[in-house]
C-alpha cells in the first residue's frame, strides 16, 4: 500500500487552502496536517492532527467531485449521527463541526474485537430498535450512499412523539423505498422491466409487511459491515448512517446482504428483542431496497439480482 498523502502548513498557503473551511469551527486554529485515508463513495476522508495534539476524522467533498449529492449531505449525515448518538446504545462518534464542504468527527481508533463482540453488538443494536417514533420516515429527506432518501411520511408531516403502531409501513416501504429506487432506475434507461416486476409483486409485498406489524424503530438504515467499526475498547461503533424510523427487520436483513454478522449477533438480538414469525420471507423484501440502490449508484452487475429479488418476493 502507498503512503498516504499528507499536506502540511509548513509548506505554504497554497496547501494550506485545502482544509476544509469547517476546521476552523474547532477553535484549535490551522491544522499541522491532514493525512488521507480511506474514504466512500461520495466523499474523501483524512485525519487533522493539530499543535496541540488534538486528532479529528474529516469528511470532505474534493473540487470537481461529480457525485449528484446536494449541498447538505453532510448536515444530513450529521443528523443521523446525533440521533442514534441520543439513544445511547451504542457508541457513535461525536459532531464537532458541519457545513456543506466537510464533516468533522471524533476520531476514533480502531480497535480489537473480544470473543463477546458480536454478542454485545446484537443486545445494543436491539436496544437501539426500542427507541420508537411517530411514524414510519423521518425529520429531513437524506441519503443511501449518495442517492436520495426520502422520508417523509405517508400520513402528513413528520411528528417526533412516539405513538405510531407502524400501520404506515407497508405503504412507506413501497412508496418511499421501492418505487422510488425503481423510478430512479427508470430515469436513467434501465426498462421498464424493474417496474414492471414491481408491479407484479406489489401485492404479495404489501401482504408480507402487514403482517409483522409493530411501533417503528430508530434505524441505522445501511448497516454492513463496512458502517460499523470496533473501538479502543472493543466495543462496536456505528458510521454512515441513512436514518429513518421503520421496520427493524430492515436493518437486520441488510446485515446479512453481504455475507451476513456472526451468529451470535443474531442469537442476542432476538433474545433481547425476538422477531415476529415469517421473518425469513420478509428477507428478501427488504433486501431489495438495498440492491436497487446499488444497481442505481454502481450499474448492470446488480440489475439481474434485482429482478430475481422481485420475482421472490412475488412468489
Excluded at 46 to 52: G, N, R, T, Y
Excluded at 124 to 144: I, P, Q, S, T
Excluded at 164 to 177: A, I, T
Excluded at 202 to 219: F, K
Aim: with cysteine; net charge negative; aromatic share 10%.
Amino acid at each position: 500500500m502507498p503512503a498516504p498523502t499528507c499536506w502540511t502548513v509548513s509548506e505554504g498557503r497554497r496547501v494550506a487552502a485545502k482544509f476544509p473551511v469547517e476546521l476552523e469551527q474547532l477553535g484549535r486554529g490551522a491544522p499541522l496536517s491532514l493525512r488521507a485515508c480511506g474514504g466512500g463513495c461520495i466523499a474523501s476522508a483524512a485525519i487533522a492532527q493539530f499543535a496541540d495534539g488534538s486528532r479529528v476524522f474529516v469528511k470532505s467533498l474534493e473540487p470537481g467531485n461529480n457525485t449528484a449529492v446536494g449541498p447538505d449531505v453532510f448536515e444530513r449525515e450529521a443528523e443521523g449521527l446525533q440521533a442514534l448518538a441520543a439513544a445511547g446504545s451504542l457508541r457513535i462518534p461525536a459532531v464537532l463541526a458541519c457545513g456543506s464542504h466537510a464533516l468533522v468527527l471524533e476520531l476514533i481508533e480502531a480497535g480489537t474485537p473480544g470473543p463477546e463482540f458480536f454478542s454485545a453488538f446484537g443486545r445494543a443494536l436491539a436496544e437501539l430498535h426500542e427507541h420508537r417514533g411517530g411514524a414510519c420516515g423521518f425529520v429531513h429527506d437524506n441519503y443511501l450512499g449518495a442517492s436520495p432518501q426520502p422520508n417523509q411520511p405517508v400520513r402528513g408531516p413528520w411528528q417526533d412523539t412516539p405513538g405510531g403502531d407502524g400501520s404506515d409501513w407497508p405503504e412507506f416501504f413501497m412508496q418511499r423505498r421501492l418505487r422510488y429506487q425503481v423510478a430512479l432506475a427508470c430515469a436513467r434507461g434501465a426498462g421498464d422491466e424493474l417496474l414492471v416486476l414491481l408491479d407484479r409483486a406489489e401485492q404479495a409485498i404489501r401482504q408480507r409487511l402487514q403482517a409483522a406489524q409493530e411501533p417503528p424503530s430508530l434505524l441505522h438504515g445501511d448497516l454492513w459491515s463496512g458502517n460499523f467499526m470496533v473501538d479502543e475498547q472493543g466495543r462496536a461503533c456505528l458510521i454512515d448512517p441513512a436514518v429513518y424510523y421503520g421496520h427493524r427487520e430492515s436493518d437486520l436483513a441488510m446485515t446479512r446482504l453481504f455475507g451476513g454478522f456472526d451468529p451470535t449477533f443474531y442469537q442476542a438480538y432476538a433474545e433481547r428483542l425476538p422477531l415476529a414469525a415469517g421473518h425469513e420471507q420478509r428477507l428478501p423484501v427488504y433486501q431489495l431496497y438495498h440492491v436497487l440502490n446499488h444497481f442505481n449508484l454502481f450499474g448492470s452487475a446488480y440489475y439481474g439480482q434485482a429482478c430475481q429479488l422481485l420475482r421472490r418476493c412475488a412468489a
